[in-house]
């Protein structure tokens, strides 16, 4: 839940979650729209998915145990090299680092070298014996992260508070490196169409070519090639949705119709039991002014 996603956001969801799957096999049992639907608001729901496919997985194949070795953990669905080593410091108290952009950070500022300069693993490796002290190596592992997240942060290091200030190059030197990337926000032009109808619903399918909402739920949805006014449909409003590094500017359309495409289906506007997506909401929440 924590990947691409900020600790006071994750809370009530991880609460929510934990109570209802307290075991791997509980979890295991579940179908991927219960999951999804204890996700929705969180995005990324690869993540549930992977989650779910890997709980299933480790309870047939691994007897419910947690792998050891790194190259095992790796055969979990959406694990890579970061959430294997991070899990295999957290579970198996493994001694090593999960390297995150945090980490990164904090050892390119150390060096005072850019961080595509850097070999991260040769540069663990050669320094194992002087990383890797202490016996409560899944601690390390948290408290880098933390370390690069709190203290060498981003923007505006707390060098004065920092332990590392009395030999961090970066510091000290005239010619600081560049950390604080920016984002590449890319605008992307959409037109949605919607088909309404009298009792407050909307119809949705999950046939859209659009990459990114691939196995949603979504009424129509065209990439918008100019910014004229479709005639066909009536204008509703124009709005932003953000989703990650894309800023998407959408105009919304709809249509009060009883007939609707084969792939379609109703949905209510109001009360669903269905997984909703954030942006699939925001239309919903859109379309209601119409009532
Ligand atoms: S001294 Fe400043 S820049 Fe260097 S590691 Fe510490 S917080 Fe980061």
């Given at each position: 839940m924590l990947q691409q996603t900020q600790v006071k956001t994750v809370i009530p969801y991880f609460k929510k979650f934990t109570k209802k799957y307290k075991t791997l096999e509980s979890l295991s049992k579940a179908n991927e729209t219960q999951i999804l639907k204890m996700w929705e608001?969180?995005?990324?729901?690869r993540r549930a998915r992977n989650l779910l496919a890997s709980a299933k997985l480790l309870v047939k194949e691994y007897n419910s145990k947690f792998p050891n070795t790194l190259k095992e953990i790796k055969k979990?669905?959406?694990?890579?090299d970061y959430t294997a080593n991070a899990l295999m410091g957290f579970i198996?108290?493994?001694?090593?680092i999960a390297i995150d952009g945090n980490v990164k950070r904090v050892f390119a500022r150390y060096l005072n070298k850019k961080e595509s300069k850097i070999n991260y693993e040769k540069l663990i490796d050669i320094n194992k014996k002087n990383l890797f002290i202490t016996e409560r190596n899944s601690d390390f592992v948290e408290a880098l992260m933390e370390f690069g997240a709190?203290?060498?942060?981003?923007?505006?290091?707390k060098c004065s508070q920092c332990c590392l200030n009395k030999s961090c190059r970066y510091l000290k030197s005239s010619n600081k490196i560049e950390t604080n990337k920016r984002k590449k926000i890319k605008v992307m032009n959409y037109n949605i169409f919607c088909y309404v109808s009298k009792k407050k619903q909307i119809a949705l399918t999950?046939?859209?070519?659009?990459k990114f909402l691939k196995n949603f739920n979504l009424p129509l949805i065209k990439e918008m090639k100019n910014n004229s006014i479709n005639k066909d449909w009536k204008f509703l409003k124009n709005y932003k949705n953000s989703i990650s590094n894309l800023n998407l500017n959408i105009n919304l359309y709809y249509k009060f119709s009883n007939k609707i495409p084969k792939s379609y289906n109703w949905y209510s506007l109001n009360n669903n039991k269905e997984f909703i997506p954030s942006f699939t909401k925001r239309i919903f929440n859109q379309v209601s002014t119409l009532f």
């Open positions: 608001g969180l995005g990324y729901y979990l669905p959406g694990v890579g198996h108290n493994y001694p090593t709190l203290i060498c942060k981003p923007k505006d290091p999950k046939e859209n070519e659009i």
